[in-house]
């Protein structure tokens, strides 16, 4: 009972944070550092969490149906290899297009896995929720849409969407646009403009172009658009100044990976720090960058730990908003 009476705690006082800071917090894939990913669960303990905002991977199915699933395959999250063993592609991956709703709701969910050269199963975080442990399944689009406005209606909260189209040329290329799927579905949810507590975003840089030019003008709506972005030659021309110049004519912000901001083996975070942040401030852009883990400072040579990692980010790189595994650490944080 205490656990649960904590939770309430956090979500209570967390509501207060709006009032005290402009930062905000994205639940990345939900609170994914303690259920499997994209799972209702993951999304709902989220929200208990305080966030504001929860973020939503989607593909699209054979029959049309819009996935939340990270990734536009099956064979790292689910059971797919047991229960379709035939439906595996040349490529050795199954892919969520090439079954329907009702199959892919027919698969158990678990943590992220791998397999090694045995060929077992290993999760992704060893020290996270057990693989294929409890029962967990894949929804739709809409479903999380109705779970964060249910509860948007009874708690009196105001949690918003930000929505991720995975691979939409990958989708164009089979015949499906993914992207114009996903805003119909958010201009029949009531997000239609930019005071809608709605984010579109996609790692594509012609696809937000497209969406911009094309498909918001067709659906008469005007949601915020977010360029996410990682450390790649793709994207060494939109991150210069002119680049970023150019990119603030559509898009709200950009969404780049810690390692474009500060290198992952600086010895300083701030003599390792790049300009990125404070180039797409000049240019009226927020950033919101991506992942902060319980895990992530293992990895990194210039943060202690998570807090510290947080206080480098918010406190002296200055971004507007994080994606997190670990949305209560991220409230604690900027409560205090």
């Known amino acids: 009972m205490l656990k649960y009476f904590n939770i309430f705690i956090i979500y209570t006082l967390s509501t207060l944070t709006t009032f005290a800071t402009d ?4 639940a990345h894939r939900g609170a994914s550092g303690y259920l499997p990913e994209h799972t209702i669960a993951a ?31 099956l064979d790292r999250v689910t059971d797919v290899q047991t229960k379709f063993p035939d439906r595996i592609r040349e490529d050795g991956r199954y892919y969520v297009i090439d079954f329907t709703l009702s199959e892919i709701k027919s698969l ?11 060929g077992t199963k290993n999760a992704v975080f060893k020290d996270r929720f057990p693989l294929f442990q409890s029962y967990f399944k894949i929804h739709t689009l809409e479903e999380e849409i109705e779970l964060i406005q249910g509860l948007n209606k009874s ?31 958010f201009k029949r949810y009531g997000y239609e403009d930019q005071r809608s507590k709605a984010f579109y975003q996609t790692f594509e840089i012609d696809e937000l172009k497209r969406v911009y030019n094309k498909i918001l003008p067709i659906l008469n709506i005007d949601v915020k658009l977010i360029q996410l972005m990682g450390k790649s030659d ?8 002119e680049g970023l110049k150019d990119l603030s004519l559509y898009a709200y912000g950009i969404g780049p990976s810690l390692n474009m901001i500060i290198p992952n083996n600086s010895k300083d975070s701030i003599l390792g720090l790049s300009s990125l942040v404070e180039d797409a401030h000049s240019v009226g852009m927020k950033v919101h960058p991506y992942t902060f883990r319980q895990e992530s400072p293992l ?8 807090e510290n990692l947080l206080d480098i980010y918010f406190n002296h790189v200055g971004v507007d908003g994080v994606f ?12 205090r």
């Open 299 to 306: 990895a990194l040579t210039y943060a202690t730990n998570y």
């Open 324 to 335: 997190t595994d670990f949305p209560d650490l991220t409230v604690k944080f900027l409560m």
């Open 108 to 118: 158990n969910v678990t943590e992220r896995y791998y397999f090694d050269e045995k």
């Open 234 to 241: 793709y994207y060494k021309k939109v991150t210069t100044i």
């Open 23 to 26: 930062k905000i917090i994205i």
């Open 43 to 73: 999304k709902a303990m989220a929200y208990a969490m305080g966030v504001d905002y929860i973020e939503q991977d989607v593909v699209m199915s054979k029959d049309n149906h819009l996935i939340v699933l990270h990734d536009h395959y």
């Open 155 to 185: 708690t009196g909260g105001d949690v918003g969407i930000y929505t991720e189209a995975k691979n939409p040329s990958f989708h164009l290329s089979e015949g499906k646009d993914l992207s114009k799927a996903i805003l119909e579905t």
